[in-house]
């Protein structure tokens, strides 16, 4: 204990907190033993002996006696049921923060106890991504890819088969159930490393605007994220075909919502496209902020219900849904497919993530917004030519 609080320090209003927890316990468990102790107050397990507790102390004598020596037992066990709860709430606020190693005698850190970073931080870390993934080898990327495109197919495929045989004649609660359920994929490829070509059209952007990467590794990393997450989800939809689970209910579903999705004309798909994966790059961004698993989760599963009840376009969940409802039996052709949806929502996908996130988180955090560019002011100098010169870095002597 000593040790502990040599490199430990814990703020008074915790301190005050954990004592009184500590104190309460204590008192509950010696109350509970002495009241308990009283053989004459207490002749059967629960049986009062006052008048306040006759009507239903009935009921209770006829229940077995229990010694004394069980009774000592059964109020050792809520002591240390107690202590376990005190000693499992010290282990949590330990791990979330509350207390704070120092080092040297330092004071502890003001932004140790938060579970979320600043827009700024989470900015610098998605270009910091970026920047790993351009030094990437080409097979990485597409074996990031390919898991990252099986995770969006196992989603959707527990969507298609829990909302196609939820047996409602509502439509809204099948969109609804189906929208609660698909957010885990993202959740899985962000924490198992995997690559999504909507959520790398942002980070890859990010990047290039910062001068982390060039336009050759933006370029590898969206075509192979592309070609990846379609051999990714493909397969997935093989799989689920060959094991006969786009039968019934299920194939009804996947058949109905690949015809939905080649209904559209192309600018209303790829406005849909665009709207969809702003939210999923914003779902990436709260991801990121979050420090913790359940934050995480938390940051995903708003943004990417929400596109999914809508009825936005996601071009790498259509890669799953849409050959699930060809092998279901849908009447398209894969030239339906792919003019009618996947290029409309591939260069609505780009735009939204390129420039909506890309460009404006820049604008808002990086280089983008940063001197005359930051201001209206500023932006019509430099429209009008009047900004001022860039400082002029002076050149060392050799």
């Known amino acids: 204990m000593a040790e502990f609080n040599q490199r430990s320090s814990m703020s008074p209003r915790v301190a005050t907190g954990i004592s009184g927890l500590l104190a309460f316990g204590v008192a509950l468990s010696l109350l509970g033993f002495y009241s308990f102790s009283d053989s004459e107050a207490f002749s059967t397990l629960g049986a009062p002996s006052s008048s306040l507790a006759r009507p239903w102390a009935g009921r209770l004598t006829d229940r077995p006696t229990v010694s004394t020596s069980s009774r000592v037992i059964s109020h050792g066990a809520d002591f240390g049921l107690a202590g376990l709860a005190v000693l499992t709430s010290l282990g949590l606020a330990r791990r979330r923060g509350v207390f704070t190693r120092r080092q040297g005698g330092a004071a502890p850190s003001p932004g140790s106890m938060s579970l979320v970073i600043s827009p700024k931080e989470t900015y610098d870390t998605i270009v910091a991504k970026a920047e790993y993934l351009s030094k990437m080898s080409l097979l990485k990327t597409l074996h990031a890819a390919i898991m990252g495109g099986a995770y969006v197919g196992m989603a959707g495929l527990l969507s298609l088969c829990i909302a196609g045989n939820f047996n409602s004649p509502s439509t809204g609660v099948t969109s609804l159930v189906f929208a609660s359920l698909f957010p885990v994929n993202l959740l899985l490829v962000l924490q198992s490393g995997g690559q999504l070509f909507t959520g790398n059209t ?148 780009t735009i939204a993530g390129a420039l909506i996130i890309g460009c404006g988180f820049s604008f808002a955090f990086g280089s983008l917004g940063q001197g005359e560019r930051g201001s209206f002011r500023g932006l019509v100098r430099l429209l ?12 060392a002597a050799h």
Request: charged share 10%; with cysteine; glycine share 10%.
């Open 202 to 349: 942002a980070t890859m952007a990010m990047g290039l605007i910062e001068g982390k990467c060039n336009l050759k590794h933006l370029a590898k990393s969206w075509i192979v994220a592309y070609i990846g997450n379609i051999i990714g989800c493909g397969t997935l939809a093989i799989v689920a075909s060959y094991t006969g689970l786009l039968t019934g209910a299920t194939a009804e579903l996947a058949v109905k919502m690949a015809m939905k999705k080649c209904h559209y004309t192309f600018g209303q798909t790829l406005v849909k496209a665009i709207m969809c994966n702003w939210l999923v790059c914003m779902a990436v961004w709260l991801a990121t902020s979050a420090q913790d698993l359940a934050g995480k989760m938390v940051g995903i599963w708003f943004p990417i219900s929400m596109f999914v009840a809508i009825g936005f376009e996601h071009s790498v969940a259509n890669f799953f849904m849409l050959p699930a409802g060809l092998l279901a039996g849908a009447p398209l052709s894969v030239a339906d497919v792919i003019f009618k949806n996947l290029i409309p929502v591939t260069i609505g996908n």
């Open 384 to 395: 009008t030519g009047q900004a001022a010169p860039a400082a002029k870095v002076p050149v």
